[in-house]
Structure formats: structure tokens, C-alpha cells
């Protein structure tokens, strides 16, 4: 175990910049996803893709309409989870330090469509967790001071701590049941000093992986679908979008922009649920960076989901699951489950 040392300033305002700044992320990219059709809206992105550097992207107005809502929707996923592993900052976990600042470069470069100085602040605060005095903090490093000098100018000697009291070898509070000799007696053969029985696993982290499982699954074959349909016809794809949203009648969609999107977006779900499912089976095996991984994992998709909600009312459904599982992560049990696991191995 680590020594409890004070929490420097530094990491406190970084930690709460990070939280705070990614919900902002959160709360901005709905704004934007909300107004992305709006006539405002084209006509910014007409103007920006009408002159450089939006000019050399080759894209449309629709193009980049659908290229803005992938983007925007990958930023509010980042931020989720910047939140979440911005909160196990705060409590001295390195592992969260390593993955908020690994999120933070996505976040930078996707917030850029939110105006890019929320996400800016998000990427600023995770580097102060890497100076002095967050890295001592962090790295369990008292900071040096200077020493104090005794009254009277007598030296006063360090207190002398007593020795540990000797252990009796012939202590051995776990028996195991032997196999029967003679008239009915039974031997007991004793476990090894400090052996411990093996400890059940709370049925909330069950439940929690066997969603996550569920739920990746469903994922990556659904968008493996649809980037298989979307190669195969196009146009049928299109004509059912514009039968769904009778506003792309209007608006010039290429089937080229949206084979892009699907590409896209299926990739990206694809691969984040494939590090879901990973994750879940090391939380089953009590891997306690796993469970802070897996929680910024579901944050971070249920965010992503619930701005997807805006587009299609289907979308509420996984971010209801998300959310299913994020609290039975959470719940008491599992955190007494892991902190006792993290106890036995330092």
C-alpha cells in the first residue's frame, strides 16, 4: 500500500478542469448536433468549404455536414470518458492519468468543430498531471522540505519503533477437512500461513460484462452490416435515408459522402467494441485498471449514443444500457470487491 500523502492543488485544479471541461464538450456538441441543419449552419460550412483550407477537402456541403456529425459525435465520446477517468484522477490512480492524456489528443483534435478551447483546456489539464508537484503525488514521492530545526539547538533522536510482536508458528486459523480414518475421526490438514479462501465475485460485475458483451456484440455486427450494405448498393442505402429524413431532399447527398460516414463510424464502433469486450473479461478476472477502463468505456458510448438519439430515437436504448452498467461498476460491493483484491497484491 502507498502512503497517504496530501493532495497537491495542482492535481485538484486539473482534475476538476478535466471533469468540468468534457461535460461542457458534452453539452456544446448537442448544441451543435441539434443545429447542424439549420440554415445558419450550411451557410458557415458552405463559406468554410468554399475557401481554403475547406476547400482543398474536396467535400460538399452535405459532405461535410455528415463528416461534422461523425466527428461531433466521436468528440462527445472522448469527453465522456475524459470525465470519467478525470474523477479516478482525483483519486491517485496513474492508470487514469495515462488514459486521460492518451483521450485528450482525440479530444483536441475532434473538439475543433466545438471551437476547440474547451478541448483545449481538457489537453492542457492532463499535462499538469505529468509536472512536479502532481508527478511526486502520483508516483507515492513525499515532496522534499526542508528540516526543521529542534528548540533549544539539542538534537532530538528519532523515536525508536518497537519491534513487531514474533508470529506463532503453530497458529493456523484455516483448516481444510481430510479424508476419514479409523472410527469415523477425520484429519485437518491447515492451509499455508496467510492463505485466504477464495472470495465470490459480486454478481453486479457479472451482470455488468454479460451487458458489455451483449451490447459490443450487437454493435459491431450491426455497423459491419452496414458498411457491407453500403459497398454493395449505395443507392439503395441513400433512397432509404432520404425516405427516413425527407430533409435530404433537399440537400445534395453524394453516395460518396455517405459511403464515407458508414465507413467511418462502422470502424470506429467496431474497434471500441472490440476493446469493450476485452475489457469486461478483465474485470471478470478482477483487474482493477480494467473496471476504471470499462467504466470511462461505457460513459464515453452512452454519450456517444445519446447524442446519436437525436438523429435516430433507437439510439436511447444502448445508452440506456450503457448507463446499466456504468452504475453496477459502481455499486459498493464491486468497489469493496476490487479494493480488497488490490489490497491482498500492492
Known amino acids: 500500500?502507498?502512503?497517504?500523502?496530501?493532495?497537491?492543488?495542482?492535481?485538484?485544479?486539473?482534475?476538476?478542469?478535466?471533469?468540468?471541461?468534457?461535460?461542457?464538450?458534452?453539452?456544446?456538441?448537442?448544441?451543435?448536433?441539434?443545429?447542424?441543419?439549420?440554415?445558419?449552419?450550411?451557410?458557415?460550412?458552405?463559406?468554410?468549404?468554399?475557401?481554403?483550407?475547406?476547400?482543398?477537402?474536396?467535400?460538399?456541403?452535405?459532405?461535410?455536414?455528415?463528416?461534422?456529425?461523425?466527428?461531433?459525435?466521436?468528440?462527445?465520446?472522448?469527453?465522456?470518458?475524459?470525465?470519467?477517468?478525470?474523477?479516478?484522477?482525483?483519486?491517485?490512480n496513474r492508470g487514469a492519468r495515462l488514459g486521460v492524456t492518451v483521450v485528450a489528443v482525440p479530444l483536441f483534435l475532434t473538439g475543433m468543430v466545438t471551437g476547440g478551447f474547451l478541448s483545449s483546456v481538457v489537453a492542457a489539464s492532463s499535462l499538469l498531471l505529468w509536472l512536479e508537484p502532481s508527478r511526486n503525488w502520483f508516483d507515492g514521492v513525499r515532496p522534499p522540505s526542508a528540516p526543521e530545526r529542534p528548540s533549544?539547538?539539542?538534537?532530538?533522536?528519532?523515536?525508536?519503533?518497537?519491534?513487531?510482536?514474533?508470529?506463532?508458528?503453530?497458529?493456523?486459523?484455516?483448516?481444510?477437512?481430510?479424508?476419514?480414518?479409523?472410527?469415523?475421526?477425520?484429519?485437518?490438514?491447515?492451509?499455508?500461513?496467510?492463505?485466504?479462501?477464495p472470495e465470490r465475485r459480486p454478481a453486479a460485475v457479472m451482470w455488468a460484462c454479460v451487458l458489455t458483451w451483449v451490447l459490443s456484440g450487437l454493435a459491431a455486427l450491426i455497423m459491419g452490416l452496414s458498411a457491407l450494405v453500403i459497398a454493395l448498393e449505395p443507392q439503395l442505402v441513400l433512397d432509404e435515408l432520404r425516405r427516413q429524413n425527407p430533409d435530404l431532399n433537399t440537400q445534395e447527398v453524394t453516395?460518396?459522402?455517405?459511403?464515407?460516414?458508414?465507413?467511418?463510424?462502422?470502424?470506429?464502433?467496431?474497434?471500441?467494441?472490440?476493446?469493450?469486450?476485452?475489457?469486461?473479461?478483465?474485470?471478470?478476472r478482477r483487474v482493477a485498471w480494467a473496471r476504471i477502463a470499462l467504466l470511462a468505456s461505457a460513459a464515453g458510448a452512452g454519450g456517444a449514443c445519446l447524442v446519436a438519439s437525436l438523429q435516430s430515437v433507437f439510439m436511447v436504448v444502448p445508452a440506456f444500457g450503457c448507463a446499466v452498467a456504468f452504475s453496477l461498476l459502481l455499486r459498493p460491493e464491486v468497489r469493496a470487491w476490487f479494493s480488497r483484491h488490490d489490497a491482498m497484491h500492492p
Request: charged share 10%.
Open 255 to 284: 453516395e460518396r459522402a455517405v459511403q464515407v460516414a458508414t465507413y467511418v463510424t462502422a470502424g470506429v464502433t467496431i474497434v471500441w467494441a472490440l476493446a469493450a469486450t476485452v475489457l469486461a473479461v478483465l474485470v471478470v
Open 152 to 197: 533549544g539547538g539539542r538534537q532530538t533522536s528519532p523515536p525508536q519503533v518497537a519491534p513487531p510482536p514474533p508470529t506463532s508458528r503453530e497458529q493456523t486459523p484455516f483448516t481444510t477437512p481430510g479424508p476419514h480414518h479409523g472410527f469415523g475421526t477425520s484429519t485437518a490438514a491447515p492451509m499455508p500461513a496467510g492463505a485466504r479462501p
Open 1 to 92: 500500500m502507498t502512503e497517504s500523502l496530501p493532495r497537491p492543488r495542482q492535481v485538484t485544479m486539473a482534475g476538476w478542469m478535466i471533469i468540468g471541461g468534457s461535460i461542457l464538450v458534452v453539452a456544446t456538441v448537442f448544441e451543435t448536433v441539434t443545429n447542424l441543419h439549420t440554415l445558419e449552419t450550411r451557410e458557415a460550412v458552405s463559406q468554410f468549404i468554399s475557401q481554403p483550407p475547406g476547400e482543398g477537402l474536396g467535400l460538399d456541403v452535405s459532405g461535410a455536414l455528415l463528416v461534422l456529425r461523425t466527428v461531433s459525435m466521436v468528440a462527445a465520446g472522448c469527453a465522456a470518458v475524459a470525465a470519467v477517468l478525470g474523477f479516478h484522477v482525483l483519486r491517485r
